[in-house]
């Protein structure tokens, strides 16, 4: 079996070779299309790199058999990720072509596999080297498999954190694997300012190596350009024909257009030099996704002694990873824990479950988030108000709760559907009828819902759109809401019946995994002009908000008394830079005792949006909702 330029690569885990390796990731931007792999390969080699990556997955020994057979139970992001990640598998024979093909054209071919199955069949096919995913940098028993065969494991570490990288080091270190570090950021497309290009020296520390690669999923050409002049010698970029294909990877990768943004990206590479690893909020969503944690082999019941036997590591990556859990061996559960449901840290602690949480005594309309398939939870609270967030998927659900309840309903309707966004600001008139589909089942929905909560007039949450991309100027939002307002006009809904209440959208929001720009429905002046129009109230979420006046220097207080006039419902927590999301009170950068006395008159409905605070019998929403009692008498 041959690989063309595995001496190259061998020589730069040598230090013989001065120049860098180069690595065209095709992934899975073939679509499953066998013929596309092939001139990808092509376009690649064209390009003068040194080898050609794909990606190989068993998707039942990665994923839960209740996550593949109904991934609606699980977080938003699985409605999409799950059947696409069926879609675009090649077959082993493919795999077998593409082999003898890289041979024929004399290119390595190197491959992550994201399971022991796929480890050993890429093993017996033969590459140059392994690459291990962001996802399973702390999967042991994955590195382990695929350290047997001889050839140099490329590691990424996206989505961990320098404590879990270091832990992961070490044990690498100690078996004497042969590895190198690639430093990744892992969202799709992922911001400048969080790439950490000066992390290296860190990586060559922990690694003790001097070989330090890079993957990227940044916009443009110039960080990797940048990285090879900072010293890393393994450079890896997604390639694609067209960007805005099907897919997580397309909008991420690389063609030859980059070229044009040089100017731009220059300007761009100042806010790229940080020398910090942190994991954002859509990494979190992405480990959760991707990373595999512990879950009981069969049933484990409350005050069992957890042994390393009881368990195998599978996504979610929610629970406990590969490299904390030998912490917890020998230690007694407090809770019942079901065979192939994740482990987690609260199952060794005294939860406070929501049925046991404190009462709260708000002076306004309070309330709790939470899906369909969780309200059973949380209706025991009889908290005034219930937000109910939406998948597609939880649209054609016949939501029937086993009794009446006085809380007031509201529903956030879905961001996303069938891997697009909602957007009735866009020019797309495809994107925009689909976009009022939603929001029409939507609306149909919640009058359907009414009937179960029958006490006050139920709201509405939308996102209406105006998300690019690209960082592309827009010099005046108007005209964006005058789209808006066209099509919004277009909704079937009584409005003596149910309220509407847009939201305002943060500068940099997350969506499928990566950073996008948000231009329209950000400013008060945006808010004010489509409230206007239609008498509606609107969503303020105060995070958002903070996020938008950070990056535009604006004083959120001002803000906050500009839209107050149109506030209905309020959406709490607390925030940082200009991406920061959804972080618990007192975390961020909000100052909530002047916030909230700009607030202070005004009546408004509210719930926390505590970034996964729904998790662990909701410890993130009971701790917030803690925290803010302070502010009772205001809220």
């Not at 990424?156 to 570090?181: L, P």
């Not at 910090?276 to 002694?305: C, I, T, W, Y």
């Not at 009937?451 to 996102?463: A, S």
């Not at 996008?516 to 303020?540: E, P, R, V």
């Amino acid at each position: 079996m041959s690989f063309y330029n595995t001496k190259k690569l061998n020589d730069i885990f040598d230090l013989k070779d001065v120049s860098s390796y180069i690595i065209a990731e095709i992934g899975i931007n073939h679509n499953g299309n066998f013929d596309e792999a092939i001139k990808l390969i092509d376009a690649s080699i064209e390009a003068k790199v040194d080898a050609v990556k794909f990606q190989k997955r068993d998707l039942n020994a990665i994923y839960t058999k209740n996550v593949l057979d109904d991934f609606n139970s699980q977080e938003w992001n699985f409605e999409y990720l799950i059947p696409l990640l069926k879609e675009v598998e090649l077959s082993n024979d493919e795999y077998k072509k593409i082999r003898e093909y890289c041979d024929k054209k004399q290119v390595d071919l190197i491959i992550t596999p994201f399971d022991n199955n796929s480890a050993k069949f890429v093993g017996e096919l033969g590459v140059s080297a392994f690459k291990i995913s962001s996802a399973d940098m702390t999967n042991i028993d994955l590195v382990q498999e695929c350290s047997k065969y001889g050839v140099p494991l490329l590691i990424s570490t996206g989505m961990w954190s320098d404590e879990d990288i270091k832990a992961c080091a070490e044990f690498y270190n100690k078996e004497n694997i042969n590895y190198a570090f690639l430093l990744a950021q892992s969202t799709y497309p992922a911001p400048y300012e969080n790439l950490n290009l000066k992390y290296f020296d860190r990586l060559k520390e922990l690694s003790k190596s001097d070989i330090v690669g890079y993957s990227g999923h940044e916009r443009g050409i110039f960080i990797p350009v940048a990285s090879v002049a900072m010293g890393y010698k393994i450079i890896e970029k997604h390639i694609t024909f067209d960007k805005t294909l099907d897919g997580p990877d397309h909008k991420a990768s690389m063609t030859p257009d980059e070229f044009k943004e040089m100017v731009e990206n220059i300007r761009l590479l100042e806010s790229a030099l940080g020398d910090k690893k942190s994991v954002n909020q859509a990494e979190m969503l992405n480990k959760e996704a991707f990373a595999k944690s512990a879950v009981p082999k069969r049933d484990l019941a409350k005050g069992h002694v957890l042994i390393k036997s009881d368990i195998v590591f599978k996504s979610p990556g929610k629970g406990i990873f590969a490299h904390q859990i030998y912490k917890y061996f020998g230690k007694v559960l407090k809770n019942d824990v079901e065979k192939d449901h994740y482990i987690n840290v609260t199952d060794f602690q005294d939860t406070i479950k929501i049925k046991d949480w404190k009462k709260f005594d708000f002076s306004q309309y309070w309330g709790v988030k939470c899906r369909l398939h969780d309200y059973e939870k949380y209706k025991i609270l009889n908290s005034p108000v219930v937000e109910f967030h939406c998948s597609q998927t939880d649209l054609t659900i016949d939501f029937k709760p086993t009794k009446i309840s006085a809380s007031q309903l509201i529903v956030h309707a879905p961001e996303m559907f069938d891997r697009k966004l909602v957007d009735i600001c866009s020019l797309d008139d495809l994107r925009v009828k689909e976009s009022l589909d939603i929001l029409q089942k939507t609306l149909d929905m919640t009058k359907n819902m009414h009937k179960y909560f029958p006490e006050h007039k139920p709201k509405v949450v939308m996102h209406l759109g105006g998300m690019f991309l690209n960082d592309r100027e827009v010099k005046d939002t108007y005209n964006l809401i005058e789209i808006a307002i066209k099509n919004f006009a277009k909704l079937d809904y009584d409005s003596d019946e149910i309220d509407v209440v847009p939201e305002n959208l943060p500068p940099r929001p997350w969506y499928l995994g990566g950073e996008w720009f948000q231009h329209a429905f950000m400013s008060s002046s945006d808010m004010k002009q489509f409230c206007n129009h239609f008498k509606l109230g609107m969503t303020y979420d105060l995070c958002h908000a903070q996020l938008y006046c950070n990056l535009f220097n604006i004083d959120i207080n001002e803000y906050t008394k500009e839209i107050m006039p149109f506030v209905s419902h309020l959406h709490i927590s607390d925030a940082y830079g200009t991406n920061g999301e959804g972080v618990q009170i007192g975390e961020g950068c909000m100052d909530f005792d002047s916030l909230f006395e700009a607030m202070n008159g005004y009546k408004f409905s509210w719930v926390s949006e505590i970034w996964s605070g729904h998790l662990h019998e909701g410890a993130g929403t009971y701790e917030c909702m803690k925290l803010l009692e302070k502010y009772s008498s205001k809220l």
